[in-house]
């Protein structure tokens, strides 16, 4: 029988915020540097789920790492109070306000980033500890560097004492920022105790659960949702996890991510990783993704300098 670690319940349900009226879901994370071979091979892995899809005649791959999404660890992901403040303009609703943008972004600039991290090493490499575990089964002791659940299928990133560090040393900052009133996601009240209360208690004072022991680092690689086009997309319940785990909807999302592992592992004896060189900010969409030049300020981290390329310069999207 399989079950999912609580803190996952969380982390599924937030991947599919996307910024709708009155919510402006900013997502502060670690971009992925262009040149390393963890870059590679994140953009890899979505190439064949985009091939594998095209090739089954379902076209249901909705993550796009070349064009129109950036490879990335969310460190904290939350809906910001920056709209324009003018209810009664339709119109305005989704536009941010350039004021409240600006306290928001020098918030985020009194972290020193390279102080947080200072003596950690800040390694990025995959792990094959799985999101999943299994009733009388070990599942860490797995071969698989990624992890399917439901329509998500993502890259499982060590758990460092860095990115923990530098998620936590980014919730206080901005904790004035976040959406009042927060409302705890539904999931929470299934919960045992004490991971109930302990969720219930981050979404309130943070604004997500998925932060401190609710943090799960990841590379989110693509999102399949068989309800694409229909309402429902725009917010995937953790109720219809079972649905989507079926064999039919999830087979070749596997035989794609098979072949990808394999390559990987074969990596792995000479090493693949990255580092983390920087931290920026930039708008949340469809299943965790980050849009491609939405990107509205970048911190660089650590003594090495390490500029955006072109396509990833700093902007702001209004």
């Known amino acids: 029988m399989m079950m999912m670690r609580p803190s996952l319940a969380a982390?599924?349900?937030?991947?599919?915020?996307?910024?709708?009226?009155?919510?402006?879901?900013?997502?502060?994370?670690?971009?992925?540097?262009?040149?390393?071979?963890?870059?590679?091979?994140?953009?890899?892995?979505?190439?064949?789920?985009?091939?594998y899809s095209s090739n089954q005649n379902y076209d249901s791959e909705q993550v796009d790492l070349f064009s129109r999404h950036v490879p990335h660890?969310?460190?904290?992901?939350?809906?910001?109070?920056?709209?324009?403040?003018?209810?009664?303009?339709?119109?305005?609703?989704?536009?941010?306000?350039?004021?409240?943008?600006?306290?928001?972004?020098?918030?985020?600039?009194?972290?020193?980033?390279?102080?947080v991290i200072q003596g950690l090493d800040c390694t990025v490499s995959l792990s094959t500890q799985s999101f999943i575990v299994e009733h009388n089964d070990d599942s860490n002791n797995n071969d698989k560097f990624?992890?399917?659940?439901?329509a998500f299928t993502m890259l499982n990133v060590q758990n460092t004492p860095c990115l923990k560090a530098l998620s936590s040393a980014i919730l206080d900052p901005v904790e004035s920022f976040v959406k009042r009133p927060i409302i705890v996601p539904s999931w929470?009240?299934?919960?045992?105790?004490?991971?109930?209360?302990?969720?219930?208690?981050?979404?309130?004072?943070?604004?997500?659960?998925?932060?401190?022991?609710?943090?799960?680092?990841?590379?989110?690689?693509?999102?399949?949702?068989?309800?694409?086009?229909?309402?429902?997309?725009?917010?995937?319940?953790?109720?219809?996890?079972?649905?989507?785990?079926?064999?039919?909807?999830?087979?070749?999302?596997?035989?794609?991510?098979?072949?990808?592992?394999?390559?990987?592992?074969?990596?792995?004896?000479?090493?693949?990783?990255?580092m983390v060189k920087g931290i920026a900010?930039?708008?949340n969409s469809i299943g965790g993704t980050v849009l491609a030049n939405s990107r509205m300020r970048y911190w660089k981290v650590g003594n090495d300098l390490f500029l955006p390329h072109e396509h990833e310069a700093q902007a702001v999207i209004i």
Request: net charge negative; proline share 4%.
């Open 11 to 51: 982390f599924l349900l937030h991947l599919t915020i996307i910024a709708i009226s009155h919510a402006i879901y900013l997502d502060i994370h670690v971009p992925l540097p262009n040149d390393d071979c963890l870059m590679t091979q994140t953009l890899r892995a979505n190439e064949l789920l985009r091939s």
């Open 73 to 115: 660890i969310t460190l904290f992901l939350a809906d910001f109070d920056l709209e324009l403040d003018d209810s009664n303009a339709s119109e305005s609703l989704s536009q941010l306000n350039v004021t409240k943008v600006d306290s928001f972004l020098a918030a985020i600039s009194t972290i020193n980033f390279t102080q």
């Open 146 to 150: 990624y992890t399917i659940n439901g």
């Open 188 to 274: 929470a009240a299934s919960l045992p105790e004490p991971e109930r209360s302990a969720a219930i208690y981050r979404s309130r004072k943070y604004g997500s659960p998925n932060v401190k022991e609710g943090f799960l680092p990841h590379l989110t690689v693509g999102f399949d949702d068989p309800s694409r086009g229909s309402a429902a997309s725009a917010t995937y319940h953790h109720s219809s996890h079972a649905d989507m785990n079926s064999e039919t909807s999830m087979q070749w999302r596997e035989d794609a991510m098979g072949q990808w592992n394999k390559g990987f592992a074969l990596l792995m004896n000479d090493g693949c990783s990255s």
């Open 281 to 283: 900010v930039g708008r």
